[in-house]
């Protein structure tokens, strides 16, 4: 049970700060990506010994194509991040009035890429700095993973909104960024870009 707690507070934080600074606006021109990535990371550091730290539906898949979590477990994460995802927006919604004007205007090709890419950096950091024997013990790993979305965010966050989290796109979607249709494209991209990465993972290392 605490390891679905975790998840839910951290994925909960994470959304929240989304929508705060992005969504609504309260982070200073150009700073949005900085707070995201950075409670992600605070996020990671706090409950990655917990939970693993996934907070993201799509991470938790790739750890799952990983063959480091089992398949109860996944389908437990992704409704525990799902629900936190849902009721972040809600708050943010109703707390800090925050509400898109009208959906995002993206050419979905671009967002295919865009967030194949970095949705596939991400996950194949936390694999890389999270999960392998070689880096076990490490201290910077949640840096390392929120600086991925603090980068991601910054290089192509103006073609895709920087989403990269299944979680966050249904977060944001109830917020009016995205229509459903749109977020549906989002998390299928997400999650190929999760196995995706998972497969490179067990190809580099065979011994795990």
């Known amino acids: 049970m605490p390891k679905y707690v975790m998840e839910f507070i951290g994925t909960f934080f994470l959304v929240f700060t989304v929508a705060a600074a992005a969504v609504g606006g309260w982070a200073p021109l150009g700073f949005a990506p ?20 996934h907070y993201n ?16 477990d996944l389908i437990i994460y992704w409704v525990v991040q799902l629900a936190a995802g849902v009721v972040a927006a809600l708050l943010a919604s109703s707390l800090l009035g925050i509400s898109a004007s009208a959906p995002l205007a993206v050419d979905l090709t671009k967002v295919i890429v ?22 076990a013990g490490n201290s910077f790993y949640g840096l390392a993973i929120g600086f991925t979305v603090l980068s991601g965010a910054y290089a192509v ?7 990269f989290n299944p979680a966050v796109g249904t977060g944001i979607t109830l917020l009016g960024v995205l229509d459903w249709g749109s977020t549906v494209i989002y998390i299928v991209t997400h999650l190929v870009a999760a196995a995706v990465a998972g497969v490179a993972f067990r190809a580099l290392h065979p011994g795990e």
Do not use: Y
């Open 34 to 53: 900085l707070a995201i990535g950075s409670v992600l990371m605070v996020m990671i550091f706090a409950g990655g010994h917990i939970s693993g730290g």
């Open 57 to 72: 539906p799509a991470v938790s898949f790739a750890v799952f194509v990983r063959g480091k979590l089992p398949m109860n």
């Open 114 to 135: 865009a967030e194949f890419l970095f949705t596939f950096a991400l996950t194949f950091v936390v694999l890389n700095v999270a999960t392998a024997k070689g880096t």
């Open 157 to 163: 966050g103006s073609i895709s909104g920087g989403v």
